[in-house]
Structures are given as structure tokens and as C-alpha cells.
């Protein structure tokens, strides 16, 4: 793991720990993936619904739009017992959704395909993420983050996809797979 990866990983790190280990509030809490697609690496980060925070997590290699390794993905999701799943659909500025909102959207299907055949019973969702990339470039730069142009910055992208979930949950669209009888 690079520094820079180390360094994402406790940009918004202690809210996270503080929050799993509060056991006193009766609130309940689930743990969320965001991921933010792309067709060459996916960017990974944990949010939860109690602290209504998110922290960078990973960035996942993938092989043409579908991860390299989906066995790797899905056992992160069982591990961490993650709640939901929030994959970013990156529409046009006008709303219209572009080529690589399509490839997105085929994704999340084949992701909740992918949970309910290994019965892991995690809602898969789709939320906005337009110019997510380009928010959290600028303040990976801002925060000395990155040092370099090409730097990834994935894995933050996918942390502010998250905020953005938090903040207006009902904005995302669920991703819905029938079983066939």
C-alpha cells in the first residue's frame, strides 16, 4: 500500500472507529460501501448511517468496467458486513445518462446478481456522483493528499459519492434482482 493510499485511509478515519465502538446510542447502524466505477479501478470507501460519515477504504482494480477479482469484492462486502452497497452513476452535467452511466448501471445489476447467488442479502443502490472526481482532486490537492497530476484519487471520489448518499438518501435508485422460480 502506498503512502498515499495510507494517507486517505485516515483523512476521515476516527469518526469511523469512534462509531463502531459506541454501543450506547439505540440508533441503528449500517455500514456502507460507495464505489466509484470506472472501467481500468474502482474507487472503495465505508460510510455509516450513525456518524453519518465516510472515510476512503481501497482502490479495486478492474478489468474492463468488471472487477478483476470478484471474489475479493464480494468478500469484502460479507467480512465487513456491509449494509448497503452505493455505486456512483456518472451522469452528464444535464442529467442524461452517458456511456459510462450505462456500463455503471450494468454493473450494480451484476453486483446484486452476484450477492443473491452467494445469499448475501446486501441492497445494492445507484446515487449521482457527478463531478465527484473533480471535487475530490481538488481537495486531495488542497489537503497535500497528492503530490502528483496522476495520483489516484478514487478512493476519495467514492468517499464524497458517500457524503452525498448520506446527506439525501432518498436520492438513490435501488437496484432490484428477481430470483427465477
Known sequence: ????????????????????????????????????????????????????????????????????????????IDTWKIGQVIVGLPLNMDGSSSMIAKRAHKFARRLAHRLMEQSIHVPVKLFDERLTSVEARKMAWELGLIKNERDPIDDISACLLLQGYLAAPDHAEDIVTYKAD
Open 1 to 76: 500500500m502506498s503512502n498515499s493510499m495510507s494517507d486517505h485511509k485516515t483523512f476521515i478515519d476516527n469518526s469511523l472507529n469512534n462509531s463502531l465502538n459506541n454501543t450506547q446510542t439505540p440508533k441503528q447502524q449500517t455500514l456502507l460501501l460507495g464505489l466509484d466505477y470506472g472501467v481500468k479501478k474502482m474507487g472503495m470507501a465505508l460510510g455509516n448511517t450513525l456518524t453519518q460519515n465516510a472515510r476512503p477504504f481501497d482502490i479495486l482494480a478492474m478489468n474492463n468496467g468488471q472487477p478483476a477479482d470478484w471474489d475479493n469484492l464480494l468478500g469484502i
